[in-house]
T-cell receptor
Framework: DTEVTQTPKHLVMGMTNKKSLKCEQHMGHRAMYWYKQKAKKPPELMFV???????INESVPSRFSPECPNSSLLNLHLHALQPEDSALYLC??????????????FGPGTRLTVT | KNQVEQSPQSLIILEGKNCTLQ??????????LRWYKQDTGRGPVSLTIMTFSENTKSNGRYTATLDADTKQSSLHITASQLSDSASYIC??????????FGTGTRLKVLA
């Protein structure tokens, strides 16, 4: 199974709402990532978890709160978002290793619209 | 500054034709380079991955090349199909978690 799943596929939320995005993988990967992608732009790294610990936070606003409850699950909690936060949110996973040959697998993304 | 530049920005070709996409990078340290295909609104799907010592890697109708000396890579698509219409992204990995994404080439294949 080389699949990364993300739910929901689409999410519309108001600026005062609280919602969560969910990501799951069963490949035994111990690194998981959140990316944000705006239209016609490459993905931008937000967070990296390694062995369920936050390793990288790319200066993301606190209205985005990541959580890694176990090695297979990654959540992104959303609160008080702004319309400019509307984007495709991608989750990815990979092995944690210095080997240059390991792959980073992406999920299908959650299309988020903030109204 | 770590950078990955791709050209052309967009490309339109007829079905059945071949095309080549370019990727130039200035990334250090270099771990590997991979090409992804991304359909609109979907997550990227890996096509090829190459390490420093590899010059060519094929995946069906996709063939990637890497010249580590000039820091250039190309992705050649043979006998294009309508389903090849997508964005193609070149990504260079630097270190354990750092991935430098190119801005992509948007390919449209016409019948």
């Amino acid at each position: 199974d080389t699949e990364v799943t993300q739910t929901p596929k689409h999410l519309v939320m108001g600026m005062t709402n609280k919602k969560s995005l969910k990501c799951e993988q069963h490949m035994g990967h111990r690194a998981m990532y959140w990316y944000k992608q705006k239209a016609k732009k490459p993905p931008e790294l937000m967070f990296v978890y390694s062995y369920e610990k936050l390793s990288i936070n790319e200066s993301v606003p606190s209205r985005f709160s990541p959580e890694c409850p176990n090695s297979s699950l990654l959540n992104l909690h959303l609160h008080a978002l702004q319309p400019e936060d509307s984007a495709l949110y991608l989750c990815a996973s990979s092995q944690v290793a210095t080997s240059p040959t390991y792959e980073q697998y992406f999920g299908p993304g959650t299309r988020l619209t903030v109204t | 500054k770590n950078q990955v530049e791709q050209s052309p920005q967009s490309l339109i070709i007829l079905e059945g034709k071949n095309c080549t996409l370019q990727c130039n990078y200035t990334v250090s340290p270099f771990s590997n380079l991979r090409w992804y295909k991304q359909d609109t609104g979907r997550g990227p799907v890996s096509l090829t991955i190459m390490t420093f010592s590899e010059n060519t890697k094929s995946n069906g109708r996709y063939t990637a090349t890497l010249d580590a000396d000039t820091k250039q890579s190309s992705l050649h698509i043979t006998a294009s199909q309508l389903s090849d219409s997508a964005s193609y992204i070149c990504v260079v990995r630097s270190g354990t978690y750092k991935y430098i994404f190119g801005t992509g080439t948007r390919l449209k294949v016409l019948a």
